[in-house]
């Protein structure tokens, strides 16, 4: 039989910096396939730059306070994360290669300058996380980073969905490295339980799944684009995507189709956002 299998393997190492490893399959016929070097960077810290799209002097109504105490929370022991947090002005006059991720919260809009930044960072190995609301210029996110699939965006990004009963979240891509175990077996850590009031309608840049005749007859895509990965959905009639991955170049991209706040959701009121925001971030 021919098939693929993700399996995530614990790789202890002592100490920041390079770790070497390798790893071994049972020898069979084909023994030239069963076993792969590999090699860790192992850093002290993941260098964090939140941009903030919806800044306020009351940390309740600030889009990204309680996003940065989740990556940052104060106390004696560290999370691993250094945040930084600039407003959307400052974004273009950044030196992005400083971070090793972005987070977009609520940001209108992303001016040229600082798109092709972003692109840099990304396809040299960094994260774009990217939270939407209610300052997201759809238009212009379409133009500068969807730009018809070429761009970092992995979806086009329409209405704002205002469903008439609260909806939740489940995860749809049970194997995910980052969040498999959170939504594995019957919610354990209550994910579900979450209500989600709005979010933006999106359609990714290509069926994820598309039927065989179709897939021999279609062009194949440009070699910036990557077929992007729902990981999570919402319970509405359409089973919107809640979260969607892709990667540029060597980096990721992720979208969450909603805040980051507690402005169209209760996320952040519940145990799941730490765990969930940490492990998309380090992923």
């Excluded at 260098?47 to 996003?67: K, T």
């Excluded at 379409?142 to 992995?154: A, N, Q, S, V």
């Amino acid at each position: 039989a021919h098939g693929a299998l993700a399996v995530t393997l614990l790789a202890p190492c002592e100490g920041v910096g390079f770790h070497h490893g390798e790893v071994r399959l049972d020898d069979d016929a084909l023994a030239a396939d069963n076993r792969r070097r590999f090699v860790l960077d192992v850093r002290e810290r993941i260098r964090v730059l939140i941009v903030n799209g919806e800044p306020s002097a009351d940390e309740y109504e600030d889009e990204v306070s309680l996003l940065r105490t989740a990556l940052r929370p104060e106390g004696e022991v560290f999370s691993g994360h250094e945040v930084t947090v600039i407003d959307e002005a400052a974004l273009e006059s950044a030196n992005l290669s400083a971070f090793h991720a972005v987070v977009l919260a609520n940001v209108y809009r992303i001016s040229e300058p600082a798109v092709e930044s972003l692109e840099r960072l990304a396809r040299a190995g960094g994260g774009v996380m990217i939270f939407l609301g209610d300052q997201v210029d759809a238009t212009a996110y379409k133009d500068t980073l969807f730009r018809g699939g070429e761009g970092l965006l992995p979806a086009s990004l329409g209405e704002v969905a205002h469903p008439a009963e609260p909806v939740r979240i489940v995860i749809a891509d049970r194997l995910h490295p980052a969040l498999g175990a959170i939504g594995a077996g019957e919610d354990p850590l209550g994910l579900g339980q979450i209500p989600f009031f709005e979010f933006v309608s999106t359609q990714p840049m290509e069926p994820e799944n598309p039927p065989a005749d179709q897939a021999k007859e279609s062009a194949p895509p440009p070699a910036t684009m990557d077929r992007p990965r729902v990981v999570a959905r919402f319970t509405d009639p359409d089973q919107s995507p809640a979260i969607i991955e892709r990667t540029f170049g060597a980096g990721r991209v992720m979208l969450i189709t909603t805040t980051a706040d507690k402005e169209w959701n209760l996320w952040a009121d519940h145990p799941t956002y730490l765990p969930v925001i940490t492990e998309l971030l380090r992923y």
